[in-house]
Nanobody, 123 residues
Framework: VQLQASGGGLVQAGGSLRLSCAAS????????VGWFRQAPGKEREFVAS????????DYADNVQGRFTISRDNAKGTVYLQMNHLKPEDTAVYYC?????????????????WGQGTLVTVSS
């Protein structure tokens, strides 16, 4: 499975971006999908995840209420809508396909990773 993340860019604080993660084939429709991010000099951290049906979502505390994860299994695509962006949201964002149908927060819960898309939030 290859994942293509897109939608990153430069935005001012308070602005919005929508990231997309497209899978090369439909395997991901049976698995949970997550978004992670990695800022310069920091470890990769969990952002959000969504179960394979889309009925269950999970968010890191620092994005709860600002970010929304969703998926369209017919298109094999997962989205991350990011609103009220802050400079501390600046990072490379990665999508990943879980080893199971259920959401998880650990890096090892995921088996396939995309190449990342850079989000830069200016103050």
């Amino acid at each position: 499975v290859q994942l293509q993340a897109s939608g990153g860019g430069l935005v001012q604080a308070g602005g919005s971006l929508r990231l997309s993660c497209a899978a090369s084939r439909r395997t991901s429709s049976n698995n949970a999908v997550g978004w992670f991010r990695q800022a310069p000099g920091k470890e990769r951290e969990f952002v959000a995840s969504i179960s394979w049906r889309g009925s269950s979502t999970d968010y890191a505390d620092n994005v709860q209420g600002r970010f929304t994860i969703s998926r369209d299994n017919a298109k094999g695509t997962v989205y991350l809508q990011m609103n009220h962006l802050k400079p501390e949201d600046t990072a490379v964002y990665y999508c990943a396909v879980s080893r199971s149908s259920y959401t998880g927060r650990g890096l090892t819960d995921y088996q396939y990773w995309g190449q990342g898309t850079l989000v830069t939030v200016s103050s």
